[in-house]
């Protein structure tokens, strides 16, 4: 039985339509919605939880975020510079070293900073956070440093020989002419980093940490094994998106600002 | 007297493609000198070598007698004495036309910052763009964007000025804006060497033309006679085809 494209184009139409309305449908219907709110979502348990979620958990992980997000942008400029420099020692370092630490998971880094280099080393990084702020900057640094480098190498020719020309020093061409057009390329990218890494502050509890210092996963965790119920990890969940949601919205903004000066 | 700009046997190879073979040009002070020729016959790389943003293969070149072919000479001191203007102007975008200007003057003089607005505002005044000191480059059309590049650049006090091609990206309303302003800054007497297509340009303001072809320079001497009676079947070929089109 031939279709016409008409009847088709119909029939998909209504599959593409139909098909997810009923499985969303069965889910609502067939779901045990009262077992679901037991287990995730008791307000009691929730409204426990507060104030010190959020003045502990959701302040150290804005805590690890932020050393890290700077440790790694400190980090991650001079072996971008390496990575794009006339020599080639200097080349193999950086490209060593964003290979290495993109290569490792975070969880390793963490632990080899926190545990193995203090005993091989005898050198332990001060300060409650330092360890895993450090740890958390440098797998940041390895992902920036190629962000870094793309924006570098985005920015046109012409710019670097219109500086130079004017005898600009080459240094003083990167950090007055092609840096700040450089971030401006890199704001995506970078707040893309940011996220990761306010995610990948909840992996810093592979070093332990205190009462003081425990981040908001871990310290949703806690609740859970406290409270025998899943409401912590929800509060949790949406405490994430209260930061990240705000930090893309903001990136948005200022990309969207920059860009009539271009 | 030393010649503001001084080529000798200036040689330059991409990979095994030679673009400049041999080439012996001076520059006085003061003088204006265009260079004209075929597309790809090296005359921008040969305006390049001269502040050496392209690095020679061979020869020398000397810039009031410094050899700025010289690994040890101080290459951005050099560069401060000779104005670059681009076919594409390359204003830095991220700053205002005041940026633009006074960025180099600031941080390569160490010129205060109301010494360097000043030393700005008359340069743009000369190029006719006092109104736009606050606006971004993007707000600007091609002819106003390639005057303000020559104001950022007549703002280090340049002993001299190379021009490449810098109407070349012009829609051909705006050039005429453009050519009066180097026709000024030609009749105040500023050392001007020019890469051009403009050959009435050339006619009106070159002390000498220079024609290249192929790496070489075929002919040379003053405009009336490269232009109007060239003594070289390549020069006549290549004015044939450029003044009857």
């Known amino acids: 039985m031939a279709l016409s494209r008409r009847q088709r184009s119909r029939l998909i139409h209504f599959t593409t339509t139909a098909v997810p309305l009923a499985v969303l449908l069965a889910v609502v219907l067939l779901a045990d919605w009262s077992a679901i709110q037991q287990a995730f979502f008791q307000p009691e348990i929730a409204a426990d939880l507060f104030p010190r979620i959020v003045t502990v958990g959701v302040k150290n992980t804005l805590i690890y975020t932020t050393l890290a997000f700077i440790g790694g942008l400190l980090i991650g400029l001079p072996i971008a510079l390496l990575r794009l420099s006339s020599v080639r020692p200097y080349r193999w370092f950086a490209a060593t070293y964003i290979e290495l630490l993109r290569g490792v998971p975070a969880i390793v880094t963490l632990i080899a900073v926190g545990f193995a280099i203090p005993i091989a080393l005898d050198v332990r990084v001060p300060g409650q956070y330092g360890p895993a702020a450090l740890a958390l900057a440098l797998v940041a640094a390895a992902y920036m440093a190629e962000t870094i480098r793309a924006g570098i190498q985005a920015v046109p020719r012409g710019q670097t020989e219109a500086a130079r020309s004017l005898g600009m020093s080459p240094a003083r061409t990167m950090i007055a002419i092609v840096i700040p057009q450089a971030f401006r390329i890199m704001i995506p990218p970078l707040t893309n980093e940011l996220v990761l890494l306010l995610k990948d502050s909840s992996l810093v509890f592979v070093l332990g940490t205190t009462a003081e210092t425990v981040e908001l996963a871990k310290y949703g965790r806690d609740a859970v094994s406290r409270t025998f119920n899943g409401t912590p990890l929800t509060v949790v969940a949406l405490l994430y998106l209260a930061i990240s949601l705000p930090l893309t919205r903001l990136a948005a903004h200022l990309e969207r600002r920059g860009a009539p000066a271009r | ?245």
């Open chain 2, 1 to 245: 007297m030393i010649p503001a700009i001084e080529l000798r046997g200036l040689r330059k190879a991409f990979g095994d493609h030679l673009v400049l073979d041999g080439i012996d040009l001076q520059v006085a002070a003061g003088e204006k000198v265009c260079v004209i020729g075929p597309s790809g016959s090296g005359k921008s790389t040969m305006l390049r070598c001269v502040n050496r943003l392209e690095e020679p293969s061979g020869g020398q070149v000397f810039v009031e007698g410094t050899e700025i072919t010289d690994p040890e000479c101080d290459l951005d001191d050099i560069r401060t004495r000779i104005g670059m203007v681009f076919q594409h102007f390359n204003l830095f975008p991220h700053l205002t036309v005041m940026g633009n200007l006074t960025v180099a003057p600031r941080r390569v003089r160490r010129m205060a910052k109301n010494e360097a607005v000043v030393t700005a505002r008359q340069m743009l005044a000369r190029v006719g763009l006092s109104e736009k000191e606050d606006a971004y480059p993007a707000q600007l059309s091609g002819g106003q964007q390639q005057r303000v590049a020559i104001a950022r650049a007549l703002c280090m006090d340049p002993d001299m000025m190379l021009f490449d091609e810098v109407t070349s990206a012009l829609d051909p309303e705006l050039v005429g804006d453009v050519l009066k302003v180097m026709r000024d800054l030609a009749d105040e007497g500023m050392t001007m060497l020019v890469v051009t297509h403009e050959m009435g340009f050339a006619r009106e303001v070159a002390d000498r033309v220079v024609f290249l072809d192929d790496g070489q320079i075929v002919e040379e001497g003053p405009p009336a006679q490269v232009l109007g009676a060239p003594t070289h079947e390549r020069t006549r070929r290549f004015l044939d085809r450029v003044l009857h089109h």
